[in-house]
Nanobody, 126 residues
Framework: QVQLVESGGGLVQAGDSLRLSCAAS????????MAWFRQAPGKEREFVAA????????SYADSVKDRFTISRDNAKNTVFLQMNNLKPEDTAVYYC???????????????????WGQGTQVTVSS
């Protein structure tokens, strides 16, 4: 398993941008597919974006496609989520997750992820 710590959340206005970071511990970070999920109050956790261990494959939820970009820096054990043109419906706690197994393709199912961070709050006002 890897230990994950998210940062970069905050309170912004609609149309603004934020960049979330997720710092991971462990030498095997570069072998894990990574993902971002989010959970709004009263709602289930939902998939946002995922990136393969080589960063050659990415996947996005339809609701964030063309606005959010997931990336990673394996030299720094960090995965990022660049969020542009934020909307009030993007308000949620955002979680970073690492796949359960090494060398797997990006997945949108939270069952495929075994390590989670504590989350960072993103609030978008209208």
């Amino acid at each position: 398993q890897v230990q994950l710590v998210e940062s970069g959340g905050g309170l912004v206005q609609a149309g603004d941008s934020l960049r979330l970071s997720c710092a991971a511990s462990g030498r095997t970070f570069r072998s894990y597919t990574m993902a971002w999920f989010r959970q709004a109050p009263g709602k289930e956790r939902e998939f946002v974006a995922a990136i393969s261990w080589t960063a050659t494959s990415t996947s996005y939820a339809d609701s964030v496609k063309d606005r959010f970009t997931i990336s990673r820096d394996n030299a720094k054990n960090t995965v990022f989520l660049q969020m542009n043109n934020l909307k009030p419906e993007d308000t949620a706690v955002y979680y970073c997750a690492a796949a359960r197994d090494l060398y797997v393709a990006p997945s949108s199912s939270h069952f495929d992820y075994g390590s989670w961070g504590q989350g960072t709050q993103v609030t978008v006002s209208s």
